[in-house]
């Protein structure tokens, strides 16, 4: 299906939900993104182990909260294509779920903070000109490639670790990393275009102070999550 195609499924999907119920997880996702670039801020001028661990422990709970979203919006899609019951608040944040969030959250961050290292390395050549500026720039773009190639391969991780959760499978992280990468084989180009397709919606979030997040974040939670279901219906 095509990024327009999808979109209308989310937007159906959306309107079976009651108001209140994606509105309140809305504003809940949007506040969680919010909160540790603010407490970054106010605290850009301070120093101190305390800030510090404050301001991780926000950044941990912020990244939780964001994946909470994405498997209740994803267990809604479900309930509304499928029946059964609606799903909890807080159905992503189970014992389970987290201890498998926190692994693949601290791969996913190494394989991100190891690309952006090569990405600094070469911007640093650039600047002392210990590399051909055409060789460096080329580098950059690539490496820049490669790691919005690579978030693009990890987008279905968290869906199916609750797939496993749910189901009760016992894979190790990296096989439902490997899921997620073979699910995402073919992909990429939509994923991306879809992903790019909101670009404009969060423009105007931005404009409005977050306050469209509360009902976007639903929206694009509930559109990738079809593709997601489309992803595994094509796969068998």
Same mark, same amino acid.
């Given at each position: 299906?095509?990024?327009?195609?999808?979109?209308?499924?989310?937007?159906?999907?959306?309107?079976?939900?009651?108001?209140?119920?994606?509105? !309140?997880? &809305?504003?809940?996702?949007?506040?969680?993104?919010?909160? @540790?670039?603010?407490?970054?801020?106010?605290?850009?001028?301070?120093?101190?182990?305390?800030?510090?661990?404050?301001?991780?422990?926000?950044?941990?709970?912020?990244?939780?909260?964001?994946?909470?979203?994405?498997?209740?919006?994803?267990?809604?899609?479900?309930?509304?294509?499928?029946?059964?019951?609606?799903?909890?608040?807080?159905? &992503?944040?189970?014992?389970?779920?987290?201890?498998? $969030?926190?692994?693949?959250?601290?791969?996913?961050?190494?394989?991100?903070? !190891?690309?952006?290292?090569?990405?600094?390395?070469?911007?640093?050549?650039?600047?002392?000109?210990?590399? @051909?500026?055409?060789?460096?720039?080329?580098?950059?773009?690539? $490496?820049?490639?490669?790691?919005?190639?690579?978030?693009?391969? $990890?987008? +279905?991780?968290?869906?199916?670790?609750?797939?496993?959760?749910?189901? &009760?499978?016992?894979?190790?992280?990296?096989?439902?990393?490997?899921?997620?990468?073979?699910?995402?084989? &073919?992909?990429?180009?939509?994923?991306?275009?879809?992903?790019?397709?909101?670009?404009?919606? +969060?423009?105007?979030?931005?404009?409005? $102070?977050?306050?469209?997040?509360?009902?976007?974040?639903? +929206?694009?939670?509930?559109?990738?999550?079809?593709? +997601?279901?489309? !992803?595994?219906?094509?796969?068998?």
């Amino acid at each position: 299906m095509k990024a327009k195609e999808i979109r209308a499924l989310a937007r159906e999907n959306l309107k079976q939900i009651p108001k209140k119920i994606y509105m !309140s997880m &809305g504003l809940l996702l949007v506040v969680a993104n919010i909160i @540790p670039s603010v407490v970054n801020q106010v605290t850009d001028s301070k120093s101190g182990v305390g800030v510090n661990i404050i301001f991780f422990l926000l950044e941990i709970a912020a990244v939780l909260l964001t994946a909470n979203g994405y498997i209740f919006f994803d267990r809604w899609r479900n309930k509304i294509q499928k029946g059964g019951e609606e799903p909890n608040a807080w159905c &992503g944040l189970t014992g389970q779920h987290i201890a498998r $969030l926190a692994v693949y959250g601290v791969i996913e961050a190494l394989i991100i903070v !190891s690309v952006t290292l090569a990405i600094v390395a070469v911007i640093v050549g650039l600047v002392i000109s210990q590399v @051909p500026v055409a060789v460096s720039i080329i580098l950059l773009i690539l $490496l820049v490639v490669l790691l919005v190639w690579i978030e693009l391969r $990890l987008t +279905y991780v968290v869906y199916v670790i609750d797939d496993d959760v749910r189901t &009760g499978q016992k894979r190790s992280v990296w096989a439902e990393i490997g899921a997620s990468w073979k699910l995402t084989k &073919g992909r990429v180009w939509k994923l991306l275009c879809l992903k790019l397709s909101f670009l404009g919606w +969060y423009i105007l979030t931005a404009f409005t $102070l977050g306050i469209l997040g509360i009902w976007l974040m639903p +929206y694009y939670n509930l559109a990738i999550a079809e593709t +997601y279901e489309q !992803s595994k219906e094509d796969k068998y």
